[in-house]
């Protein structure tokens, strides 16, 4: 059975309105990585890290899934056996969109995790507030988003895609956190979708889009539907 690993980024739901870290109005351009998305920034200013957190989870709130997230849902939920989903992304939009079994590589913007007991529960786009876990009532609770000098446990979906992959898309990242060209030259068949070009990347894909994600989608599906069914 032919598996097909779509990997997505800040591409997929920046045409949604959730604003992307590197873009030029990105979020770098207000906070720093220290401040906000380290493991430095939090241990010197946790209050300053959950607000931050606080303002992007009541962001999401009103935000839709956009054409893109609609299409990858309706590929893996047509071939759940063969479509692995998996997203850089912490937003909730492929869930919202209907995409099941949604692997986030980064955490979920719309849960809490537990320091004391490692649970990890559901806040929905509300602020933390005074959370405790419903687990073990620990106080010790912080946001369930991986930040820069911690380990990311989801990291082993990337393991598998390195194993079993015979087909790779890539939506919408571009390639500094997680080494897209290295996974590219794993398979025989590989997709890129991304606004800018970028050749030193493109040249190991087998094709390249150079497309919002909402205007490629359509010739994406009918790739992958092809593969899997050649």
């Known amino acids: 059975m032919k598996k097909v690993f779509i990997l997505s980024g800040a591409g997929l739901s920046a045409e949604s309105g959730i604003r992307t870290f590197r873009d030029s109005d990105g979020l770098w351009e207000e906070y720093s990585i220290e401040e906000v998305c380290s493991v430095g920034g939090w241990e010197r200013d946790r209050e300053k890290v959950t607000k931050f957190y606080d303002a992007r989870r009541a962001n999401l709130k ?5 054409y893109a997230h609609k299409m990858i849902a309706y590929l893996k939920n047509k071939y759940p056996d063969n479509i692995e989903v998996l997203t850089q992304n912490v937003d909730d939009l492929l869930e919202r969109a209907g995409c099941k079994d949604v692997k986030h590589l980064h955490g979920t913007l719309t ?3 537990c320091e004391d007991c490692g649970n990890v529960f559901t806040v929905g786009y ?3 507030g005074n959370a405790i876990c419903p687990r073990c009532k620990s106080d010790k609770v912080r946001h369930n988003v991986v930040m820069f000098g911690e380990s990311a446990p989801e990291y082993v979906h990337l393991h598998r895609l390195y194993n079993d992959a015979d087909m790779v898309v890539v939506i919408g990242t571009s390639g500094y956190v997680i080494d897209i060209a290295y996974i590219a030259q794993l398979t025989d068949y590989s997709i890129l979708n991304n606004l800018d070009s970028d050749p030193n990347i493109e040249q190991y894909f087998s094709k390249v889009y150079n497309l919002r994600a909402t205007e490629a989608i359509d010739m994406i599906v009918d790739d992958v539907e092809e593969f899997i069914s050649s």
């Open 111 to 113: 849960d809490l995790r």
């Open 126 to 128: 509300d602020a933390q």
């Open 62 to 66: 009103d935000k839709k899934p956009n």
